[in-house]
C-alpha cells in the first residue's frame, strides 16, 4: 500500500491508501524544530493502525529545504561563475563567496573564450582558506556546452565535498536562474541529506521496508529519495503541489478549471487545462530568485482564514497581513474567520471575542459589526475572483513564437472552480455567488494533501538541444552530449529524446505505463551560411506529466 | 538584483513558421540567436521588463494607412499582419502607461513599404511603424511623432507615407543611396510643400563606425527632436549597420547601438533590418533591451571584438562633419521638393521597383495646395501586377473643403471607370471605402 506524508506549515498529514481506498490516515501539528520528528510520528501513527508490513511505497514532502533557504540556515557556497558577453555576472551575484571567471561560451555553444585556468585555481584557493565544502559551478550557455562546468568540476575536486553544475538541472536557457538553483542546491545538500539519512534510519526502525522512498518535487511529481540526495533544491516548494494533486486524485477533473486552496494566511489558485495542471515550464521563485526548477503554474494571494480584517472609509479589506490566529481562538485582530464566525457561517471558539474584535473595527467609521463582516467576506471573495480572472489572463496572454500557435493557440476556459482548505466548506456558497463557473468543495479536502503524495507519479523532462552545422548534441540534464551525423533529423531527435527519457525513468524503477512520455516541443530551423543551408538546429523537449497512479485513484476518487 | 530603470514591454514575436525562403536574408533563424540570448540572460526576469504577445493587426488597420491592390489581403500574409500587430502591441503598451518604453522584436520589417502597395519591396510589404503609428492617432487622438530610422537602408517607405505629413518628423540615417539598396535618402529629399523640413535624410558613407554615427545623432537627430518637440518618439530599430552585417558596408558595433539608443531615448523600438543573424542581432538586440531599460551594457560585446579593426578612417570623419553641417544648415533654409504646380496642387511622379517581387510601378502622387490644412492627396498608379487604380485620402485634420473634394474625386473616379480599384481614405469621418471598376 502506498503511504503519502506531506510535512506542511502548520499541519503534517499522512495516509496510508491501499486498493480499496483510504486504509489509515493522521494528522498531527507540524513540529517547526524538528521536522523530522514529525515525520517519525506520522509515520509510527500510520504503522499503528496498518503495522510495518502494509507500507510498500512511501512518498514524502518536506518544507526542510525552503525552510533553510529562506531562513538562511542553508550553508555557504562557493560560487565559480563565467559569463563572457552580456549582462554583467556581477548582477547574479549571490553569498559571499562569488567568483567571475574569464571564459565564455556562445549561443550555438561555441567556445569564444577559453577558461582562465590560473583564475580558476585561484578561485578554488580562496575558498579552501575561507573554509567552505560546498561549491557550485555555472557558465553561460552551459547547457550548449557544458565542458567548461565539468572542467570547474575537476578542478574543484579534492576541495570539495560536493560541487553542483549548473547543466545538470535543466536544458533551459537562463543563466542567472541557474546560478540561483545551482547556489541553491549545494547549500541546502548537507542538511538535506542528513535528513535523508535520518527517515532512512526511522523508516528501517519502525520496522518498514518499502520498495522505494519518494520526494514530492515542486512540478507534483516524485523522485526517488535517492536521485533527491543530489539535486535537494528540486525538493523545494512541493507544499502546493501536494495539494494540487490531492485534488486531482480525489476528483475526476476533465475539464478547464481553477483549483482554491484556501489557507490560513494564502489562497494558492492553480489552473487545470483539460483536467491537467499548468507547470511553470521556467521554473520556480525561491527566496525572490528565480529558478530552473521545475513547477506546477500557480498564483498566492494574501486573503486566507486568519488575514487580518482592516476598516476605513474607502473600504473593508481582508489581508494581505495575518497579525495572529482569529480572535475567536485568543488572537489580536479581527479576522475573515472571525468575520465567519459572527455570521453563522462558522462555529469557533470564543464567538464573542469575533463580535468585539469587528465592533471596534467597524466603530472609527461608524459601521455595525455584522456590516463589517459582511463587507469582509465580500470583499474576500471579490478579490480572489478578481485575481483568479487575472491568473486566467495571463495564462491566455504568455507569448508564443510561431503563427501557428498565434492562431490556433487553445484558450484557458475554466468552467470549475474546485476549492479546497480550512475555510473551503464556508465560503462556498458565497464564492458560487461571486462565480459564474461551477463551484465544487471535494469530500476528503482536508487530506487531499497527503492523497496526493501518496498517488504521485514520477516525473520528468529532458531538453535535448542538437547543431548538426556543429555535429553536436546535448541532453543537459541527463549530462548526455555526443556528436551527430549530418543528416540526424527532427524525427530522430524526438526519438532519442523520448527513449532516453523513458531509459532514466526505468533505471529509477518507473513504471512505463504509468509515465507516459510526451513531446511538449519540437523545432527545426535551417542554418544558413551565405547562400547555403549548411545544417540544422534543432530543439526538444520531453516530459512525464504529472499525475496520480490511475490504479489507485479509483479507490480514492469520489464524484465531485 | 537588476531592475528595470525604465519599465519596459518586449514583443517577441520571431514568427518561426514564416520565411519568404529557406536561404532568404530574412528568414526564422534571424531571430532565434537573439531570442537564446534574451533567454539566457534572463531579460524577461528582470523586474520591470515584460513578454508581451502581439496583437494581430486587421485590414482595417491597414487600410487606415496604406492604399493596398487590389485589396489588403492580396499584399499580406498572417505574417504582416503579426508583426504590424507587435507594433501596436507595443504602442500600446506605451500610451497605456503599461510601461514606460516599449521595443518590438518583430519580423518582417516594414520600412520599405510605402503609401502605395502593390507588393513586397526590400521584404517589407506593409510598412509596420506607420501602420502602428496611424492606429495610435486613431485611438488616442492626434500626435506628434518623430520616427528616427537607424537602419542601414533608407527608410524610403515611411518617408513616403510621411511625405506631406507635418506631424511626423521622420529622420533616416543610413548608408549612402549611391551604395545601397534602395538608392534614395538625400539630403535634398525633406518633404512634399506643406510638411518641407519634416523628412530629413542623413546619409552617412561606407565605413561609419561608432564614433560617426553617434556624431551625426548628437549634431543632428537630437537639436531637431529637441525643435520639433514630439508627444512619442519611434526608433525604426534596424540593425544591418553592424560591422558583420552580410549585405551592407558600414562598421557599427553593439556598444554603439546601445549608446545611440540611450541617446535618442525613444519611447517605443520597432525591429527593422539586422542579417548578421549569429555574430551581431544577439549582442546588439540584448545592448537595445538594456539600453532602453536604463539598465548597464558594458558588458555587451560581439566575441572578439576589437574596435580597432573596425574604426573609421579620418577621412571618413571628416566627410560625415561636413555633410552633418550641410545637412543642418538646410534644414533651416529647406529646398522645396521636385515637382509640378497646376490648378492649385503640386504633383510629382515616382517610378518604383518592387525588388522582393519584381514588380515596377509608375505612380503620380499629388497634394491640394491648401491654405486651412495638409490638404487632399491622390495616388494615381498602376504598375505590371495592375492596371490603373486610384488612391484618396483626406488626411487628419481636413478642412470641410478637402473631405468634400475627396469624396468628389472618389466618385467621380468611379463614373469616369478608368480606373481599375480605387479606394479612399477619410481620416476625418474614419469612413475608408473600396471600389472595383
Ligand atoms: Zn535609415
Ligand atoms: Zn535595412
Ligand atoms: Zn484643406
Known amino acids: 500500500m502506498l503511504c503519502g506524508i506531506d510535512v506542511g506549515g502548520t499541519h503534517t498529514d499522512a495516509v496510508l491508501i491501499g486498493p480499496e481506498g483510504i486504509v489509515a490516515c493522521a494528522k498531527l ?28 511505497r512511501l512518498n514524502l514532502s518536506t518544507t526542510l529545504s525552503t525552510n533553510a533557504i529562506i531562513e538562511g540556515t542553508a550553508d555557504p557556497v562557493g560560487m565559480l561563475v563565467s559569463g563572457g558577453p552580456g549582462i554583467d555576472p556581477e548582477a547574479y551575484r549571490l553569498g559571499d563567496h562569488y567568483f567571475v571567471l574569464p571564459g565564455a561560451i556562445d549561443h550555438r555553444g561555441r567556445e569564444t573564450a577559453p577558461l582562465d585556468m590560473a583564475a580558476v585555481d585561484a578561485a578554488v584557493a580562496a575558498c579552501r582558506a575561507a573554509g567552505l565544502s560546498v561549491h557550485a559551478a555555472v557558465t553561460k550557455f552551459s547547457t550548449r556546452h557544458p565542458e567548461q562546468e565539468l572542467a570547474l568540476r575537476d578542478r574543484l575536486a579534492g576541495a570539495s565535498e560536493f560541487v553542483s553544475l549548473g547543466h545538470s538541472f535543466s536544458g533551459r536557457l537562463g543563466f542567472g536562474r541557474r546560478i540561483a538553483t545551482a547556489y541553491c542546491n549545494s547549500a541546502v545538500w548537507r542538511l538535506y541529506n542528513r535528513f535523508c539519512d535520518a527517515v532512512e534510519q ?131 485582530a479581527p479576522t475573515l474567520v472571525d468575520a465567519l464566525n459572527i455570521q453563522n457561517v462558522i462555529a469557533l471558539g470564543d464567538p464573542r471575542a469575533s463580535f468585539r474584535g469587528l465592533a471596534a473595527a467597524g466603530e472609527a467609521v461608524g459601521m455595525e459589526p455584522d456590516e463589517v463582516a459582511d463587507a469582509a467576506i465580500i470583499s474576500a471573495v471579490n478579490h480572489i475572483r478578481s485575481e483568479v480572472a487575472a491568473f486566467v489572463r495571463e495564462i491566455n496572454d504568455r507569448p508564443v513564437y510561431t503563427i501557428f500557435e498565434l492562431l490556433e493557440g487553445r484558450r484557458v476556459a475554466p468552467s470549475r472552480v474546485y476549492v479546497m482548505g480550512g475555510p473551503a466548506l464556508a465560503l462556498s456558497g458565497l464564492l458560487q455567488d461571486a462565480f459564474s463557473e461551477k463551484v465544487v468543495v471535494p469530500e476528503s ?57 523513458r531509459e532514466y525513468l526505468e533505471s529509477l524503477g518507473a513504471d512505463l505505463t504509468e509515465t507516459p512520455v510526451e513531446t511538449v516541443e519540437l523545432s527545426s530551423f535551417p542554418m544558413v551560411e551565405g547562400q547555403t543551408q549548411v545544417g540544422h538546429n534543432i530543439r526538444v523537449a520531453c516530459q512525464v506529466r504529472p499525475g496520480v497512479l490511475a490504479a489507485y485513484k479509483k479507490a480514492v476518487s469520489q464524484s465531485c | 538584483m537588476l531592475k528595470a530603470k525604465n519599465t519596459l514591454g518586449i514583443v517577441f514575436f520571431p514568427a518561426f513558421d514564416w520565411a519568404i525562403s529557406p536561404t532568404h536574408p530574412e528568414r526564422q533563424e534571424r531571430l532565434l540567436y537573439t531570442q537564446d540570448q534574451l533567454r539566457e ?41 503579426i508583426s504590424a500587430g507587435g507594433a501596436m502591441r507595443a504602442a500600446r503598451t506605451v500610451l497605456d502607461k503599461e510601461a514606460k518604453k516599449a521595443f518590438a522584436l518583430v519580423r518582417p520589417p516594414g520600412h520599405h513599404a510605402m503609401k502605395v502597395v502593390h507588393g513586397a519591396r526590400g521584404f517589407c510589404n506593409i510598412n509596420i511603424e506607420a501602420v502602428m503609428v496611424e492606429w495610435l492617432r486613431e485611438t488616442y487622438g492626434p500626435l506628434r511623432v518623430a520616427i528616427v530610422d537607424t537602419d542601414c537602408h533608407h527608410g524610403d517607405g515611411t518617408q513616403d507615407v510621411y511625405w506631406n505629413d507635418p506631424d511626423t518628423l521622420f529622420i533616416s540615417l543610413h548608408q549612402d543611396g549611391r551604395t545601397l539598396y534602395p538608392g534614395t535618402g538625400y539630403p535634398y529629399e525633406m518633404g512634399g510643400p506643406g510638411a518641407l523640413g519634416k523628412t530629413v535624410n542623413i546619409p552617412l558613407p561606407p565605413g561609419t563606425s561608432d564614433e ?42 553593439a556598444q554603439g547601438y546601445a549608446r545611440l539608443t540611450e541617446l535618442l531615448g525613444a519611447d517605443i523600438a520597432v525591429l527593422e533590418g539586422g542579417y548578421a543573424i549569429q555574430g551581431a542581432l544577439p549582442y546588439v538586440n540584448l ?78 502622387e499629388s497634394v491640394r495646395l491648401c491654405d486651412h490644412c495638409r490638404g487632399v492627396v491622390k495616388y494615381e498608379t498602376e504598375s505590371t501586377r495592375n492596371p490603373l487604380c486610384l488612391g484618396v485620402e483626406a488626411p487628419i485634420g481636413a478642412c470641410e473643403k478637402c473631405v468634400e473634394e475627396a469624396y468628389r474625386i472618389y466618385e467621380a473616379g468611379q463614373i469616369k471607370g478608368e480606373y481599375r480599384h480605387l479606394q479612399l481614405i477619410d481620416r476625418v469621418g474614419k469612413h475608408y471605402a473600396s471600389y472595383t471598376g
Open chain 1, 29 to 56: 501539528r507540524t513540529n517547526h524544530d524538528d521536522l523530522l520528528a514529525s515525520v517519525r510520528e506520522a509515520l509510527s501513527s500510520i504503522v499503528a493502525v496498518a503495522g510495518p508490513r502494509a507500507i510498500t
Open chain 1, 202 to 332: 526511522s523508516v528501517a526502525e519502525l520496522g518498514l521496508s518499502p520498495d522505494i522512498i519518494n520526494v514530492l518535487k515542486a512540478d507534483g511529481g516524485t523522485m526517488p529519495l535517492g536521485v533527491s540526495r543530489g539535486l535537494p533544491v528540486q525538493s523545494i516548494l512541493s507544499g502546493p503541489a501536494a495539494s494540487v494533486m490531492g485534488i486531482i486524485a480525489v476528483c475526476d477533473i476533465a475539464e478547464d478549471s481553477v483549483i482554491l486552496d484556501i489557507g490560513g494566511t494564502t489562497t494558492d489558485i492553480a489552473v487545470f487545462a483539460a483536467g491537467a495542471p499548468l507547470v511553470e515550464n521556467e521554473g520556480i521563485a525561491i527566496a525572490g530568485r528565480p529558478t530552473l526548477v521545475r513547477a506546477l503554474r500557480t498564483r498566492s494571494i494574501g486573503v486566507g482564514g486568519d488575514s487580518a480584517i482592516t476598516v476605513d472609509r474607502e473600504a473593508v479589506r481582508v489581508g494581505p497581513r495575518r497579525l495572529g490566529p482569529p480572535m475567536a481562538l485568543g488572537g489580536p
Open chain 1, 445 to 501: 479536502f482536508a487530506v487531499a494533501n497527503a492523497i496526493g503524495a501518496a498517488l504521485a507519479r514520477p516525473t520528468f523532462s529532458v531538453e535535448l538541444f542538437a547543431d548538426t552545422a556543429a555535429g553536436r548534441l546535448t541532453i543537459p540534464s541527463l549530462g548526455l552530449s555526443r556528436a551527430v551525423a549530418d543528416n540526424y533529423s527532427p524525427a530522430a531527435a524526438e526519438g532519442e529524446a523520448a527513449s532516453k527519457l
Open chain 2, 41 to 81: 540572460e534572463g531579460v524577461f526576469d528582470i523586474p520591470g521588463i515584460t513578454e508581451l504577445k502581439p496583437d494581430l493587426a486587421t485590414a482595417a488597420d491597414v487600410a487606415r494607412t496604406h492604399f493596398c491592390f487590389p485589396d489588403v489581403a492580396s499584399v499580406t500574409t498572417t505574417s504582416h499582419m
Open chain 2, 212 to 253: 560617426g554615427f553617434l556624431f551625426a545623432v548628437r549634431e543632428v537627430v537630437l537639436p531637431l527632436l529637441a525643435e520639433f518637440k514630439p508627444d512619442l518618439v519611434i526608433n525604426s530599430a534596424g540593425q544591418d549597420n553592424h560591422f558583420s552585417d552580410p549585405i551592407t558596408d558600414m562598421a557599427f558595433s
Open chain 2, 287 to 364: 545592448g537595445l533591451v538594456l539600453s532602453m531599460a536604463g539598465l548597464d551594457y558594458s558588458h555587451v560585446r560581439e566575441p572578439n571584438f576589437d574596435p580597432e579593426a573596425i574604426r573609421q578612417p579620418a577621412k571618413v570623419t571628416a566627410y560625415i562633419e561636413e555633410v552633418c553641417r550641410d545637412i543642418l544648415a538646410l534644414t533651416r533654409n529647406p529646398k522645396p521638393p521636385k515637382g509640378e504646380t497646376a490648378h492649385g496642387w503640386f504633383s510629382r511622379r515616382k517610378t518604383l521597383y518592387y525588388d522582393t517581387d519584381a514588380i515596377t510601378e509608375y505612380q503620380t
